[in-house]
């Protein structure tokens, strides 16, 4: 009887954990490359850079990224782009009121389906127009900007 009973409650065990759907145990991807995500890093990269190199423009977009997977930020790029303090192109009304160009979508789309992703260091997560965190990545002149890692 004992094994009779352990082993209905090992199915019941089974068969209740195949019953719970993966959107409530797996942690959804904040950067798959959805119509949204690029839409926002789209966005946000030719607010912040539309007159910029294309190496500004990936390294904006980059920064973003790497906010979005690092604990310290808000966990996607509409919150990382929209926080408090940090994009004066949000405060200013710049990328609400601005279109991206097809330039900046592709940009965009790549860098979410991580065809430039890997390129970066994980830590680039500072963009200004002075030096910060533990050391300046790339500085680019035509631009007066800093790209810094934490």
């Known amino acids: 009887m004992k094994k009779l009973l352990s082993l209905l409650l090992t199915i019941c065990l089974i ?10 145990t797996a942690k959804t991807n904040p950067l798959k490359p959805t119509w949204n995500n690029i839409y926002w890093l789209s966005k946000a990269m030719y607010a912040e850079n539309h007159s910029g190199t294309d190496e ?3 390294l904006t977009g980059i920064v973003i990224c790497q906010r979005v997977r690092a604990s310290s930020y808000p966990d996607s790029i509409y919150s990382v782009i929209s926080q408090r303090g940090q994009y004066s192109t949000w405060k200013d009304g ?5 279109e991206p160009d097809e330039r900046c979508l592709e940009i965009a789309e790549e860098i979410l389906r991580y065809k430039l992703y890997k390129k970066y260091p994980h830590n680039l997560v500072f963009q200004s127009q002075f030096p910060q965190g533990i050391k ?15």
């Open 15 to 24: 068969i209740g954990g195949l019953a719970i759907p993966n959107t409530v």
């Open 56 to 58: 500004s423009v990936i």
């Open 94 to 98: 710049t990328i609400s009121s601005c």
């Open 136 to 150: 300046t990545y790339k500085y680019i002149s035509e631009d007066h900007e800093y790209f810094c890692l934490a």
